[in-house]
C-alpha cells in the first residue's frame, strides 16, 4: 500500500498561492491586450432635439447652408427664456419643501427607533455612546435653530390668510409669466402652476 501523501509546509503553500495569482495576473494581461486591440464601436449620438438642432445649425454656418430653416426649431428652444426659468424654478422649490417634509419624517423615525432602544437597554455599551452622541449633536442643532428662529412668525393667522390669497390669485400671475411661449406651452404650465401652488397651499 502507498504512504499518505505529506501534508503540505507553508512554503508549498505560498508557492501554490504566488503561481496561481501569476497565472490569474497572465490572464487578466491578455483579456485587457484583447480588448484594446478590438475596434471599438462608436458612441450612439445623444438623443436629445435641443443638440440635434445645435449640430444641424452649427453645421449649417460651417458649411454656408440655409440657417433661415432652422430658426422655426430654434425659436422653439430659446422663447422665453426668463419666464420657463422663474416656472421652473418654482417646481424646484415646491419640490424642494416635499423632500424637506420627507427627509424629517425619515429622521423622526430613525430617531424614534434609537430613542426606544436606548431607553429600553437592549444597546451595548458602544452602541449607548454612538446614540448619545448623535442625540448631543441633534440637541445643539435644534436648539440654534430654535434661538435663531426666536421672534420670527408672530402672526400665524395672516401668514396662512396671505397663503390663500396667493394662491387664489395664481391662475393671473402663472399667466403673465408664461407670456411668450406657444399656446400649447403656456396651456401646460399654467395647468402645472396652478395645481402646484393649490397643493403646496391647501
Known sequence: ??????????DDLLLNLSTTMAQLAVVI???RTEAASKPSDPA??????????????????????????LMPKVR??????????????????????????????A????????????????MSVAEMLAATEYFDAQLTRAEKSVNNSAGGITDVAALLEKLGVVAEEAPSKI?????????????VIRKIG???????TK
Open 1 to 10: 500500500m502507498d504512504d499518505a501523501p505529506a501534508s503540505l509546509t507553508t
Open 29 to 31: 494581461r491578455r483579456e
Open 44 to 69: 450612439p449620438p445623444p438623443n436629445s432635439p435641443v443638440l440635434e438642432v445645435y449640430r444641424d445649425l452649427v453645421r449649417a454656418i460651417s458649411t454656408g447652408g440655409d440657417v433661415k430653416s
Open 76 to 105: 422653439q428652444f430659446v422663447s422665453a427664456q426668463e419666464s420657463r426659468s422663474r416656472v421652473f424654478a418654482g417646481l424646484t422649490l415646491a419640490h424642494g419643501f416635499e423632500r424637506i417634509d420627507k427627509f424629517q419624517r
Open 107 to 122: 429622521r423622526a423615525v430613525v430617531e424614534d427607533a434609537l430613542l426606544s432602544r436606548l431607553t429600553s437597554g437592549s
Open 175 to 187: 399667466g403673465r409669466v408664461v407670456e411668450g411661449t406657444t399656446p400649447a406651452g403656456r396651456d
Open 194 to 200: 396652478y395645481a402646484l401652488l393649490t397643493r403646496t
